[in-house]
């Protein structure tokens, strides 16, 4: 079985293409198992696999690290609209609710590296930054 780089579904040996979003399937379970390292640490340390470069030399820790960055830099946002919004009493709330979003989606995308699959977080999954 391989993965689509752009959905993160299962896709036969035998098909190139994905038949959910029709994108081409180019990481296999071998780089996946060699990598799970470098894919975890890019939801904790984004910017690390982007430093030694392991990004460009596979598919599996480009596609986390690209996940690991956006939700940083969404995460960063959400922060900042907090922080601005605190002076208006609902930033108070906003910013543990968003801290707790990061946090669970951080969680998710360290569970889908460690098992080796390729699925894009919810809400932000389907943005790409890393190409």
């Known amino acids: 079985m391989v993965y ?7 896709i036969d040996d035998s098909l190139e293409t994905c ?4 994108a081409g399937a180019s ?13 975890i640490i890019a939801y904790i340390l984004f910017f690390i696999p982007l430093l030694t470069g392991d ?4 598919p599996f820790v480009k596609f986390h690290t690209n996940q690991g960055t956006v939700l940083f830099l969404i995460s960063m946002a959400a922060q900042i609209v907090s922080g601005i919004l ?5 930033g108070c709330f906003l910013w543990p609710l968003f801290s707790l979003v990061s946090l669970i989606l951080c969680i ?7 098992n080796g699959e390729m699925k894009p977080l919810p809400i932000i999954g389907k943005m790409t930054i890393i190409k």
């Open 4 to 10: 689509c780089v752009n959905c993160g579904a299962n």
């Open 108 to 114: 998710l995308g360290i569970i889908n590296a460690a």
């Open 55 to 58: 990004h460009r030399k596979s």
């Open 86 to 90: 605190v002076f208006l009493v609902i």
């Open 27 to 39: 990481a296999n379970p071998n780089d996946a198992q060699q990598n799970k390292t470098m894919a």
């Open 19 to 22: 038949p959910s979003c029709g």
